[in-house]
């Protein structure tokens, strides 16, 4: 409607963001914004206990959510626009920016730590975050019909699958390219990475020559899928070592691990009386579920909570777990063990030399760039501008640079104790154990590699 030839644009709210700047928001999404499932987002630290190593970072998986909505509504959008040929209904794009503002609506306390707890407490339950976005999606739905009323069954069915990445029947005869926008299971590139990358490394104060709006500008749908300039090549792979050098650095950084392990032992001892892994069966006690349950533990009365309350004490205190020893395990015997058969392996030569059970702590670090020990530009397919009549193609990591890596993984056997008093004998123990293992008689681990004098 024109008044004074000013056309009025139906209600939206606008969200200033540092990474993307000012966000728009249609009012209908603004509504599942505005419910106790999506605000409980605010209360989980999107790096969980990295916070506790890098203060800056800060940052809630609700405003990581906020960003990968926008960013799915902008490229949707910007595809929709462009190729007018794919039928891209306004109901499409609406679900689609649904499903990227729900995607993490099942995340626990501390994000992916929780995941790791309900590994412990409930290890014949195969659960994830995803299917628990799932069940707090369907307890919203069911709690707030009014904002969803013009969804149907084949619409949540179809926002349900965006929010796995995985197509069924159920889901219709959606164009399957929606599939690849919030979680691509076909080459990993999607808005959530997008969004999370970009925030990740400004809170954590790190710098990416990573560019996803550059990326998202040269994407178009070939193929039933996103495909790419070929001249984004190289800027996929600063997307994929961004999240490799991330991990490296800062999501598994020594430190925060250690104070993961102490957190997963209050949890733990905490569990038989707050029944937190019962949670995940029930979204109105999951909805209680957030990093604020370290207070509740804290502050309690109940004596039955000690054990815990003296592990967070030591956290609050800086009293951690210790890092004791780091080995990187050589390419041409990685695949020797499994990783179940190096943790037993390790934690008996622990016991035979005296050393208790719950003194140690065997981690087990698998990083890559996303696709196992795959090269992730082998799944991704390229477009040639000039030539629009071409086929769309794969790309030789040849044709790209010489200097891109030729391993995509790495295997890191690390150790922590909860012990601080014994931690060189626990390293000569960790040596030993390596040695039985790879048959390596001196094994050159972090503290010979760097600090030989640290014996």
Same mark, same amino acid.
């Given at each position: 409607?024109?008044?004074?030839?000013?056309?009025?644009?139906?209600?939206?709210?606008?969200?200033?963001?540092?990474?993307?700047?000012?966000?728009?928001?249609?009012?209908?999404?603004?509504?599942?914004?505005?419910?106790?499932?999506?605000?409980?987002?605010?209360?989980?630290?999107?790096?969980?206990?990295?916070?506790?190593?890098?203060?800056?970072?800060?940052?809630?998986?609700?405003?990581?959510?906020?960003?990968?909505?926008?960013?799915?509504?902008?490229?949707?959008?910007?595809?929709?626009?462009?190729?007018?040929?794919?039928?891209?209904?306004?109901?499409?794009?609406?679900?689609?920016?649904?499903?990227?503002?729900?995607?993490?609506?099942?995340?626990?306390?501390?994000?992916?730590?929780?995941?790791?707890?309900?590994?412990?407490?409930?290890?014949?339950?195969?659960?994830?975050?995803?299917?628990?976005?799932?069940?707090?999606?369907?307890?919203?739905?069911?709690?707030?019909?009014?904002?969803?009323?013009?969804?149907?069954?084949?619409?949540?069915?179809?926002?349900?699958?965006?929010?796995?990445?995985?197509?069924?029947?159920?889901?219709?005869?959606?164009?399957?390219?929606?599939?690849?926008?919030?979680?691509?299971?076909?080459?990993?590139?999607?808005?959530?990475?997008?969004?999370?990358?970009? !925030?990740?490394?400004?809170?954590?104060?790190?710098?990416?020559?990573?560019?996803?709006?550059?990326?998202?500008?040269?994407?178009?749908?070939?193929?039933?899928?996103?495909?790419?300039?070929?001249?984004?090549?190289?800027?996929?792979?600063?997307?994929?070592?961004?999240?490799?050098?991330?991990?490296?650095?800062?999501?598994?950084?020594?430190?925060?691990?250690?104070?993961?392990?102490?957190?997963?032992?209050?949890?733990?001892?905490?569990?038989?009386?707050?029944?937190?892994?019962?949670?995940?069966?029930?979204?109105?006690?999951?909805?209680?579920?957030?990093?604020?349950?370290?207070?509740?533990?804290?502050?309690?009365?109940?004596?039955?909570?000690?054990?815990?309350?003296?592990?967070?004490?030591?956290?609050?205190? !800086?009293?951690?777990?210790?890092?004791?020893?780091?080995?990187?395990?050589?390419?041409?015997?990685?695949?020797?063990?499994?990783?179940?058969?190096?943790?037993?392996?390790?934690?008996?030569?622990?016991?035979?030399?005296?050393?208790?059970?719950?003194?140690?702590?065997?981690?087990?670090?698998?990083?890559?760039?996303?696709?196992?020990?795959?090269?992730?530009?082998?799944?991704?397919?390229?477009?040639?501008?000039?030539?629009?009549?071409?086929?769309?193609?794969?790309?030789?990591?040849?044709?790209?640079?010489?200097?891109?890596?030729?391993?995509?993984?790495?295997?890191?056997?690390?150790?922590?104790? !909860?012990? !601080?008093?014994?931690?060189?004998?626990?390293?000569?123990?960790?040596?030993?154990?390596?040695?039985?293992?790879?048959?390596?008689?001196?094994?050159?681990?972090?503290?010979?590699?760097?600090?030989?004098?640290?014996?």
């Amino acid at each position: 409607m024109a008044e004074n030839g000013y056309t009025k644009k139906p209600k939206s709210k606008r969200i200033q963001d540092p990474i993307h700047g000012l966000m728009e928001f249609d009012n209908w999404i603004v509504k599942f914004i505005d419910t106790e499932h999506f605000q409980r987002l605010r209360s989980i630290k999107q790096l969980g206990t990295t916070y506790y190593v890098y203060p800056g970072a800060s940052h809630n998986r609700f405003e990581h959510c906020l960003g990968v909505a926008y960013l799915a509504h902008s490229l949707v959008k910007r595809i929709r626009e462009t190729q007018h040929d794919l039928g891209c209904s306004d109901k499409d794009l609406k679900c689609v920016t649904l499903a990227a503002l729900c995607h993490d609506l099942g995340h626990g306390p501390f994000s992916h730590l929780f995941e790791e707890f309900i590994k412990m407490r409930r290890p014949n339950r195969e659960w994830t975050h995803e299917e628990a976005s799932i069940m707090m999606f369907d307890d919203l739905l069911e709690k707030h019909e009014e904002i969803a009323y013009d969804l149907d069954d084949g619409d949540k069915l179809f926002i349900k699958g965006l929010i796995t990445g995985k197509k069924t029947e159920d889901t219709g005869n959606r164009s399957p390219y929606l599939f690849d926008v919030v979680a691509n299971k076909r080459n990993s590139i999607d808005v959530d990475k997008f969004d999370y990358l970009a !925030r990740d490394c400004y809170y954590l104060g790190m710098k990416s020559v990573f560019d996803f709006s550059r990326l998202m500008n040269y994407s178009r749908v070939s193929e039933d899928q996103i495909t790419y300039d070929f001249k984004e090549s190289y800027n996929i792979y600063e997307l994929f070592h961004t999240r490799y050098s991330l991990h490296k650095k800062a999501y598994n950084h020594r430190v925060g691990k250690a104070i993961d392990y102490m957190i997963l032992d209050a949890l733990e001892a905490a569990d038989p009386v707050l029944e937190i892994s019962k949670s995940i069966d029930k979204p109105s006690d999951y909805l209680k579920m957030d990093d604020t349950i370290l207070n509740r533990i804290e502050y309690s009365d109940d004596p039955d909570l000690k054990k815990s309350k003296e592990i967070i004490r030591r956290i609050r205190k !800086r009293d951690l777990y210790k890092f004791v020893d780091e080995f990187l395990v050589p390419k041409d015997l990685k695949g020797k063990f499994e990783k179940d058969e190096i943790t037993k392996i390790i934690t008996d030569q622990f016991e035979h030399d005296g050393f208790k059970k719950e003194y140690v702590i065997v981690d087990i670090l698998i990083l890559n760039y996303g696709k196992k020990e795959e090269n992730p530009i082998d799944n991704v397919k390229f477009y040639d501008k000039n030539q629009p009549n071409l086929k769309v193609f794969k790309l030789e990591s040849s044709q790209v640079s010489y200097l891109v890596p030729e391993l995509f993984e790495e295997l890191n056997i690390r150790i922590f104790t !909860r012990n !601080r008093d014994k931690i060189k004998q626990i390293r000569k123990c960790f040596k030993e154990s390596l040695t039985k293992i790879f048959g390596i008689p001196e094994p050159k681990t972090y503290y010979t590699r760097i600090r030989p004098n640290d014996q």
